[in-house]
């Protein structure tokens, strides 16, 4: 799989967007940009995922470069519940299943009041 | 509302004794996963069953097993656990499907004490 690149922290004012950015520079046509979150002691939440063209969700919006080198995750209205660490994967589609997802190390992103 | 249910959310088991952890899912998806994720650390892929067929990761321990009766449950056996398998075990689903992008849905996480 594809590495990424991720700050391991950001803060961010409630109310304000979070933007958070990822690397990807050995991405390969055919992988997509997915983008999880992992609140304290839960399990991984799937929040948004995209190939070529920018997405938006109820949660949130991602911009992909035109070279899909890198992208960037918006949150628009940061509140405190989106205090958590944020993984930015890439994975292949092409595969029959014997691929996972590879969690990097991620971003801990902290919502101040 | 269809979902990835881990049971229990705490194990607390002895060194060396065996031990089960379980998953279920309501979304019949034809693949699960399980990863082990050490505290401050990112998840792990340990293996992950694509329908029937086992997948296991080259630097998974053999302490580690996996079953999966049914499409719906699958198991995390460890055979014989040591202070180092302290962790979270997080269970993860997928369709797998033709032009799908095998988005995976975890589940709650069990988290295993070693004694």
């Known amino acids: 799989d594809a590495k990424t690149t991720q700050p391991p922290s950001m803060d961010c004012a409630e109310g304000r967007a979070a933007n958070l950015p990822c690397n990807h520079s050995?991405?390969?046509?055919?992988?997509?940009v997915y983008w999880y979150r992992q609140i304290h002691s839960q399990g991984p939440q799937y929040i948004i995922h995209g190939l070529k063209n920018n997405e938006t969700n109820e949660m949130a919006s991602l911009i992909i470069t035109e070279d899909r080198k890198s992208s960037t995750l918006i949150l628009p209205h940061a509140t405190l519940r989106d205090t958590a660490v944020y993984y930015c994967i890439v994975s292949s589609t092409m595969d029959t299943g014997r691929r996972a997802l590879t969690f990097g190390s991620g971003t801990r992103l902290q919502v101040q009041p | 509302d269809a979902m990835v249910i881990q049971n229990p959310r705490y194990q607390v088991t002895q060194f060396g004794k065996p031990v089960t952890l379980s998953c279920s899912q309501t979304?019949?998806?034809?693949?699960m996963y399980w990863y082990q994720q050490k505290s401050s650390q990112a998840p792990k892929l340990l293996f992950h069953y694509y329908d029937k067929d086992f997948n296991n990761e080259a630097d998974t321990p053999d302490n580690f097993q996996s079953r999966r009766p049914n499409t719906s449950f699958c198991f995390l056996d460890i055979r014989s656990p040591g202070l180092g398998d302290a962790a979270m075990y997080l269970c993860a689903t997928s369709r797998d499907a033709a032009g799908g992008t095998k988005t995976q849905y975890f589940g709650p996480g069990t988290r295993l004490l070693v004694l």
């Open positions: 050995t991405i390969s046509g055919n992988e997509y």
């Open positions: 979304l019949n998806h034809n693949v």
